[in-house]
């Protein structure tokens, strides 16, 4: 017989920790697993292992809301959020909830009985009366990497970041980090220490900024104010900063794009060709910005230990890389920093008695449950601030629709589509793990609810605080 819970989350990552977290002390009465299809929980910070491996984000947003962010660094390291995703695991009973090794295949809703049936590595079955996926939005078992040319001939070792060999020797060796995403802006100063020399070849540039890795604002707050109270005045703060950036480079790009050329200047030799390596074409968080501590990339550039080539590959050779322009790179290893794959819902076949979920013709409201689709939720964060910020939001959302299902005695609930509402692309963002699968992906609308803002300023008012009965929810 099929375990039965009141809410399934799948995943046991960032977002679903802080799901069941919120669940557990919001809604104590409420039964509720964490299926993980790793051995191991953490997700993202658990799954990449590459030199240097940190947030791209600030920990006081990328933190949980209720927990504080206690380490020193604004920008912290891998292994650090990974404690702390896991130390809240264990500090709200989350850990003791999770079941390891459970690859979730398909899940189907019922509606006769109003439950979901969810199949395991298509032999176990649970079944749950509500339905939440936390698996975020990339493919944690391949990572994106372009058909290289002459790729077979390459002598030495060719790896991408999400795949990190443990036993991979770099000290002393000639690297190539293709790729200038926030990868790629990570490895090259982490590993420069070591190597001979590291190269990051880049197609083409992508904005890049300088952070103090330590928030002395921050630091100094926690002495004076009670730990939570410092840790919300940190977190509004960082969070106005950030939305006033993005905010202020989508109105005045070329106020930015002068501002953040005359900082990467000052942080560079006299007389480098900022505007051939630091000088991207797009404007100004058109795609997610990159953050660097302390400026070390641009300080291992300073070193002679590090390089920037911005060119294309016409073929890997036996030694290196052939550039586009005749140029040859010698390496010893090559680090494919070039993306990611974009997978819904970790691949889960979802159906709805038995026929199959399209969901490029579903619409997201809230960004956060899907048009027609019952007693379902998803965890997607931001593309331009902070994930947590959104798995946060969304957490609470989910605990006062369970909230008002039971004060109701609803049994479902489920976003209806509305007449007139124009569909739009599911994110506004030119990334390339985006782009690549746009038309894969359900759509948002041009209105409220449907209207993705992509600002938690707008989202406290529009999801915390929304009414539940605002004519798009139905409670059956």
Sequence with gaps: MAEHVDVLIIGAGLSGIGAAATLASRQPDKSYLVLEGRSASGGTWDLFRYPGVRSDSDMYTLGYRFKPWLGDKALADGASILDYVRETAREYGVEERIRYDQNVTSADWDSESSTWRVTVDEDTVYTASFLWACTG???????????????????????????????????????????????AVTLVPAMAADAAKVTMLQRSPTYILSLPARDPIALGMR??????????????????????????????????????????????????????????????WDQRLCLVPNGDLFKAIRSGKAEVVTDTIETFTETGIQLTSGAELEADIIITATGLNLKLFGGIEATIDGKKLDAPSTMAYRGLMLSDLPNFAYTVGYTNASWTLKADLVAEFVCRVLEHMSEVGARTVVPVRQEGVSEEPFMDFEAGYVLRSIDELPKQGDIEPWKLKQSWFHDVRAIRNSKLDDGVLEFR
């Design 223 to 284: 002495k004076v104010l009670p730990r939570q109270v410092a840790y919300n005045v940190t977190r509004i703060k960082n969070i106005a900063q950030a939305s006033a950036l993005y905010n202020v480079s989508q109105k005045q790009p070329k106020l930015v794009r002068r501002a953040i050329r005359k900082m990467t200047m000052k942080q560079l030799p006299e007389d480098y060709p900022v505007d051939v390596h630091f000088k991207p074409t797009y404007g100004p």
């Design 137 to 183: 939005y990339y493919d944690y078992d391949q990572g994106f990497t372009p058909t290289f040319e002459g790729r077979e001939r390459f002598r030495g070792e060719i790896v991408h970041p999400q795949h990190w060999p443990e036993d991979l020797e770099y000290a002393g060796k000639r690297v190539v980090v293709i790729g200038s995403g926030a990868t």
